[in-house]
């Protein structure tokens, strides 16, 4: 299957807007989009949703994971499938701020838009009502790929049962992260993170 990989950090490398875009002009008739992300930039994730949306005719493949700004930009598919070991995660996006209390307040502004943002464009992929995706990110909601089609998060489940490798990322850094991942990092070394966990740059999610 011909595709292209949205792997790793959201807005790095080839997981970019430009980049999605770029390959998607090259297949104006139909294409397949693979993502296996924990997520990254929030202005990307939904920089390529409007990408895939635009297109109109992208079948979206989450293998691994698919979370914050990933599971985003996954709602842009036209029909999006999911392995049977995949996990899905909405949360709402976090930052790190410095400076004034203005500042602060300011930053603080800037997330409860972006959480809104969020919001409404899982509710116009899902079907269901913005407040209740509101509730689902402000718990950081963790789904198998079971759980997300039964809540119309994907179309369908893909069907080899093959286990698939997750992305490499510090799943610490999370609040509730599944206690696999939690492991895995630390078996692999990924948890690098400060015990002052689950803080992002201002533009994550």
């Given amino acids: 299957m ?17 980049a999605v ?3 998607l002009a090259q297949h104006p008739s139909g294409a397949n989009v693979v993502i296996n992300s924990p997520g990254g930039c929030a202005f990307e994730g939904s920089a390529m949703l409007a990408e895939l949306e635009r297109h109109g005719n992208v079948t979206v493949i989450v293998q691994g994971i698919a979370a914050s700004a990933a599971s985003l930009a996954m709602c842009g598919g036209k029909t999006i499938i999911a392995h049977p070991d995949a996990v899905i995660m909405i949360h709402e996006p976090g930052a790190v701020s410095f400076g004034t209390a203005d500042g602060h307040r300011r930053t603080a502004d800037t997330l409860d838009k972006l959480t809104a943002t969020y919001a409404a464009a899982y509710a116009r992929a ?24 039964a809540l119309n998060f994907i179309d369908r489940i893909e069907g080899d049962g093959q286990p698939v490798a997750v992305a490499q990322f510090d799943f610490t850094r999370f609040q509730h992260a599944p206690a696999s991942l939690v492991r895995m990092a630390r078996a692999n070394g990924w948890a690098t ?6 803080k992002k740059e201002t533009t994550d999610a």
């Fill in 2 to 18: 011909s595709a292209y990989r949205i792997e790793g950090i959201i807005g790095e490398g080839n997981s970019t807007a430009s």
């Fill in 193 to 198: 993170a400060s015990p002052d966990t689950g």
């Fill in 126 to 149: 899902t079907g269901h009502p913005v407040a209740r995706i509101a509730s689902w990110m402000k718990a950081e909601s963790w789904m198998t790929a079971s759980e997300a089609l």
């Fill in 21 to 23: 875009s770029a390959y």
